[in-house]
Every structure is written in structure tokens, then in C-alpha cells.
């Protein structure tokens, strides 16, 4: 359930709050790094296991939703829960439209953040998942060669053997090989899987 | 010798016709020759043939007496057709006058009109009919059509100022808006004043109607900019204050209920940390500590240790209040009227605490009278010295709030309006209180509420 590496980083300008939410998480036994900025927090912060991030809207500088933006642009998918000193309702549609967990109003209650921050998490491994599955599939069909990818798009569109073999002027039984090299390559025990499997391609 | 009339005065056009008369009195008398002249000579050639000499000295006297009145004539004529002349140059003037009259008009815009008290009549300039949309040679006017042309919202009340003057024998001066016949909407500015006969009795009131639509319409644009402004600022000064409560209130507050939450956890733990517990407990003493401070610091800000008394006309405000409004109550159709006491003293105050009290005791009038349709719509603003101190009164004839609302509208917090912050009164009571004053709203008996302070002239115990 809570993976031992995973990180909750809190960025927030005041140190007050930081020192409190740093002693929160730890409290559940949750590895937390704390910013004082969100500069900071793209300077420093590292992701190698699950982790998301407690952000504060207003800061001076780059604010919260800046910050939310900057990491959308960059393709660092983080799951976001804000916290803010005003309950600021436009801000905080702006930012659950954006994809934030949460928007939580300062003073909020330890258990809101608390379990905002254990969906935040489980979010993000499934993502990490998601997200490995995806480059492990890459990466077989990344092994096909090009007569492969050609004949598995058949395959997928449901067209047999025999039709393939003369749509490519090639012989039924090559057709067969190619189809058996390219489900072991794929790791797809049938059309099925082949099929989920091109899918999440595309 | 030839003939006189030949020679003629020489006048042109209608001289001649004179002329002609005269010579033809001379001519009859000449016709007479054979007989006039006898009985003046008769002794000295009784039946002789007048000589042909005597003829010819008879004739040339008589020519020079033709010729003289020929002369009498023209001299005549000649001061006749000067004075034509003068006559046509007046006549001229005149004319001028009145076309540079009725060009001034146009060009200001400003139509003229004298009312007859006993018969009743009243005139129109031309610029006048023109400014009301109306066809000067077609319609005629009176009393009554001038007073239907009034916009129906403004028409009882410019009606009623107009007879209050009339009865007063007082100038009036007043602007309403006119509905023309083709549906345009015209703002108008009239000033008159009474005309008195020689036994001082009231015969007439002549004055002016100024189109002032233009004038008008781009101070409503920039008059609800204004009001934007006002609308803004007021936020902002409220809205800032509510943002520094909410921001340093909330900060230590959310990092107090999260080190409350830590230490909970930590001496729940297995082992207990308690070690972190306390850590946690020292934070939370600091962040409450850190929270007093800041409402210490706006209680601060609102009690006035910031602001700058000065003596001040408290009239001289109302009117700045008043016309940073002035857009919002012409858009929602209210009628202001100021009643300010001329003898009132200075009273010592902050100017910007006391324009955010009556703006925020206007734009709660204004709101009180949105939504009322039915009745006239006043605001009325009035300012009342007594020995000891000034009173203000702020008086809406909008929904009204019952007594049991009344009682508590000046509470923080407490709010009748479905967006309001229940603070706007709180701290307009806030800053009346640190003036040494008091303030409070009672109901008025048609509809409606009035709210009044009172400021003292020498109390100021918050300074």
C-alpha cells in the first residue's frame, strides 16, 4: 500500500506551514522534502518512485499554478494537491480542471490532506504502471521488423491468414511464420491480447 | 430754358412720385397765367397786352420759385430716404441680431421660454421646440404638454420643484430628461427666474433649456467608470482586509491543526515519538501566538492608529460621496436629493474613513432600492448641526428591514445580501465609534430605512 519510496514534496513560502506538514507526513511514516518555492522545487527535486506534490497557490514569484502549468508543459505528470489561504473558487476550479487531486482551504483538516495525499499517491503508482506497461510494449513491438508491423496491422484489422497472404503476394505459410514470430514478440498468447496490446499504441 | 421738370429731381423709385405732386402744383399755378397774374397787375397795364418782356420776367420769377420749391422738395426727399435708409439699417440689425440670437441658441443648444403667470401662455424659442422634437409652425405648447414631456419617472418631482418656486417667487433651476415625439430621450438643464411688475407682483417667468444629452450621456460613461471605481476600491479596501485576515489568519491556523494532527500521530505511534510531540506542541504555541498577533494588528488598523483627523465640512463629502455614485443611482432610476445644513461646523474626522461610511451607506441604500419596482425611488441624504455635534442621515425608500434585522445589521458578519460579507456596516460603525460617534438605522414609516450617525465636535477618544 505505501510503497517505501515513495516522496511527498510540500512547497509552500512559509515556514510555518512547511515544518508543519513535513512533521504530518512523517507522522505516517511518508518521506517528505520540503521548497520553499516552486523555483526551488524545479531545481531540486528528484522523482524516482511514487510521489506527488502539496502545493500552495499563492507564493511570490512563480505561483502554485504556474508551477502546475511549467509541469504540464515539461511532461513530468505529477498529481497536485493545492492548498491555499483563500478559498478562492475560480483558482480552484482552474486547478481540479488542470488535474489537480485536490484543493484543499487553508485551514484544512489533517485528515483531508491526509487522505488527499494517500489517492494522490496510489494515482501516481497506478500512472508509474501505466506508464512502464506502455514502454515494455514499446519496446517489443520496437523488435518487429518492418513486414511485421505490416502484417500484425492486419492481423488487428481481423483480416485472416489466407487474405494477407495475397494482399502482400506473399505464401500462406510465410504469413504463418511471420504471425507466430511476431506473438512471441509481442508476448500476446492470442489475437486478443495483440490486439490490446497495439491498441494502447496508438 | 428748358423745362424744369425735365430736369427733374432725379431721384429714383418712389422719390419721383413726390416729386411729380410738387411740380404739379407749380404747374397748375403757371396754367393760371391768365388769370392769377392779372388782379396783380391790373393798375399798371389795365387793358394793354402785357409786353412779352413782362411775360418772360414773370415767367423766370416763377420758374425760380419752382425751382426753389423743386429744391425744398429734394432736401425733403433727401432726409426722407435717409431716414428709409436708417429705418431699412435698423430693420437690418435687428434681423441680424436675431439670427445671430437664434444661431447662439442653436449653437449652444440652449432653447428660451417665458411662462405668463395670469394668462397663462407660454412661449417657445424656436431652439426650444427644436430641442423638444417639436415643429414650431404645427404644435402649439403649453404649461401642460411641456410638463407630459417630462420623463414619467422625474415628472411629479420637477412639477412639484417648479410650483414650490413659482409659489416661493424663486429662481428654479433644474435637469430632468424629456421623452421627445419620436421616442429619443434628451437630458435637459433649465434655469429661470420670475419676472416681477411694478407693484412687485409676479408677471412672468422667462428662462432657458440646455440640451445637455451629449454632455450627459459620455459623464454616465465615464460617471459608471467612476462608480466601477468606487465599487472597486471599496472592494478593495474591504476585500484587502478580509484577504489580510483570511491569509495571516488561515497560515499559522492551517499549520497549527497540522501540527495538532502530527503530534496526535506521533504519540500514537509504536513506539510514541515523543520527542516529535513536543516539537509539534512548541510550534503550535508559536502559530497561535502568531495568529493573535495578526488580529491584534487589524484591530489596530481598524481603531485608527493610522488615520489623519482633520476639522472637515462633512457637506464637502457627502458631495464627493454623491457624485461618485451619481451614474449608479441615474441607472437604477433613484432620485437623490441633498438636504445639507449651510451652518454646518467642521467636524474633526478622516476624510477617506468617513467617504467609506457614507458610500458604504449609499450603495446599501442603492441596493435596497434595486429590486423596487412600484414607487418612486429617493435617496435622500441630509446633514443637521445641533450644538454639540453634526448628524448625517442617509434615508432609502427601498424594501425596508424589520426590526429584528435592524437590531443586528451593524454586527460583523451578519449580512441580509446574498453576497455580502456582513462587514461594510460593522466597520463603519467601527469607524463612527472611534470618532467619538454613534450610529444606528431606524425604519421609515412609508418605506424603507434610514441610517444616521453622529459625530460629536469634541470627541475622539481613540486618539
Given amino acids: 500500500m505505501k510503497p517505501s519510496n515513495a516522496v511527498v514534496y510540500v512547497v509552500d513560502d512559509d515556514v510555518s506551514v512547511r515544518e508543519a506538514l513535513a512533521s504530518l507526513i512523517g507522522s505516517v511514516s511518508l518521506n517528505v522534502e520540503c521548497f520553499a518555492s516552486p523555483q526551488e522545487f524545479l531545481r531540486r527535486h528528484s522523482r524516482d518512485g511514487p510521489s506527488c506534490l502539496v502545493l500552495d497557490v499563492r507564493m511570490p514569484g512563480l505561483s502554485g499554478l504556474d508551477l502546475q502549468r511549467e509541469l504540464t508543459r515539461t511532461a513530468q505528470p505529477i498529481p497536485i494537491i493545492f492548498i491555499s489561504g483563500h478559498g478562492d473558487i475560480p483558482m480552484a476550479v482552474g486547478a481540479m480542471k488542470a488535474g489537480a487531486i485536490e484543493f484543499l482551504a487553508k485551514p484544512f483538516r489533517d485528515e483531508d490532506l491526509l487522505d488527499a495525499i494517500r489517492q494522490a499517491l496510489e494515482r501516481d503508482q497506478a500512472a508509474r504502471g501505466r506508464r512502464a506497461e506502455l514502454a515494455r510494449i514499446r519496446g517489443r513491438y520496437a523488435q518487429l521488423t518492418a513486414r511485421q508491423r505490416q502484417i500484425a496491422k492486419k492481423i488487428v484489422e481481423g483480416r485472416l491468414n489466407k487474405q494477407i497472404a495475397a494482399e502482400l503476394h506473399l505464401s500462406e505459410n510465410t504469413i504463418k511464420v511471420h504471425r507466430r514470430r511476431i506473438m512471441e514478440r509481442m508476448g500476446a498468447a492470442n489475437v486478443a491480447t495483440l490486439v490490446h496490446l497495439m491498441e494502447q499504441l496508438t | 430754358m428748358p423745362h424744369p421738370t425735365s430736369r427733374g429731381p432725379g431721384k429714383p423709385g418712389g422719390t419721383a412720385r413726390v416729386s411729380r405732386k410738387r411740380v404739379a402744383v407749380s404747374d397748375s399755378g403757371k396754367s393760371g397765367t391768365s388769370t392769377s397774374p392779372l388782379p396783380l397787375r391790373p393798375r399798371r397795364r389795365a387793358a394793354s397786352e402785357p409786353s412779352t418782356r413782362k411775360l418772360a420776367q414773370n415767367a423766370s420769377l416763377r420758374l425760380s420759385e419752382v425751382l426753389q420749391n423743386l429744391k425744398k422738395c429734394a432736401a425733403a426727399i433727401q432726409s426722407l430716404d435717409a431716414k428709409l435708409r436708417q429705418h431699412n439699417q435698423e430693420q437690418d440689425r435687428l434681423r441680424r441680431q436675431m439670427d445671430y440670437f437664434a444661431l447662439g441658441q442653436k449653437i449652444t443648444r440652449t432653447g428660451s421660454w417665458a411662462w405668463n403667470l395670469s394668462s397663462g401662455k407660454l412661449f417657445w424659442s424656436r431652439e426650444h421646440f427644436r430641442i423638444f422634437g417639436l415643429d414650431p409652425e404645427n404644435n402649439k405648447v403649453s404649461y401642460r404638454v411641456f410638463f407630459r414631456m417630462i420623463h414619467a419617472d422625474e415628472r411629479a418631482h420637477v412639477e412639484r420643484e417648479f410650483q414650490e418656486a413659482v409659489r416661493a417667487g424663486r429662481d428654479f433651476d433644474s435637469e430632468y430628461r424629456i421623452v421627445r415625439p419620436d421616442g429619443q430621450l434628451r437630458y435637459i438643464q ?51 482586509l478580509m484577504a489580510t485576515i483570511a491569509h495571516e489568519v488561515n497560515q499559522p491556523l492551517a499549520a497549527l491543526v497540522a501540527n495538532a494532527g502530527a ?14 510531540a513536543r516539537q509539534a506542541l512548541t510550534r503550535i504555541a508559536r502559530d497561535a501566538n502568531r495568529a493573535s498577533n495578526v488580529i491584534a494588528r487589524i484591530r489596530a488598523l481598524i481603531g485608527g492608529t493610522d488615520v489623519q483627523r482633520s476639522p472637515l465640512d462633512l457637506n464637502s463629502i457627502v458631495h464627493e460621496v454623491i457624485a461618485l455614485v451619481r451614474s449608479e443611482l441615474r441607472r437604477n432610476n433613484i432620485t437623490v436629493r441633498a438636504h445639507l445644513d449651510e451652518n454646518l461646523r467642521q467636524v474633526r474626522c478622516d476624510r477617506v474613513q468617513m467617504q467609506q461610511v457614507l458610500l458604504n451607506l449609499i450603495v446599501n441604500a442603492i441596493e435596497a432600492m434595486v429590486t423596487v419596482m412600484t414607487q418612486p425611488k429617493l435617496l435622500a441624504i441630509a446633514t443637521v448641526a445641533d450644538v454639540a455635534g453634526v448628524m448625517v442621515s442617509v434615508k432609502d425608500s427601498g424594501v425596508g428591514l424589520d426590526q429584528l434585522v435592524l437590531e443586528r445589521v451593524f454586527e460583523p458578519f451578519y449580512t441580509t445580501k446574498p453576497r455580502g460579507m456582513g462587514i461594510g456596516l460593522a466597520i463603519s460603525r467601527a469607524i463612527i465609534e472611534a470618532h467619538g460617534g454613534r450610529i444606528w438605522a431606524v425604519p421609515n414609516e412609508a418605506s424603507g430605512t434610514t441610517f444616521r450617525f453622529r459625530l460629536p465636535f469634541n470627541g475622539t477618544p481613540a486618539e
Fill in chain 2, 263 to 276: 503530534a496526535v500521530r506521533w504519540l500514537a505511534g509504536d513506539p510514541p515519538r515523543i520527542d516529535k
Fill in chain 2, 190 to 240: 433649465s434655469h429661470a427666474y420670475p419676472v416681477f411688475g411694478e407693484s412687485g407682483e409676479l408677471m412672468e417667468y422667462v428662462g432657458t433649456a440646455a440640451d445637455i444629452t451629449e454632455q450627459r450621456q459620455g459623464e454616465e460613461s465615464l460617471g459608471s467608470m467612476q462608480a466601477e471605481l468606487a465599487q472597486a476600491s471599496r472592494a478593495i479596501t474591504l476585500g484587502q
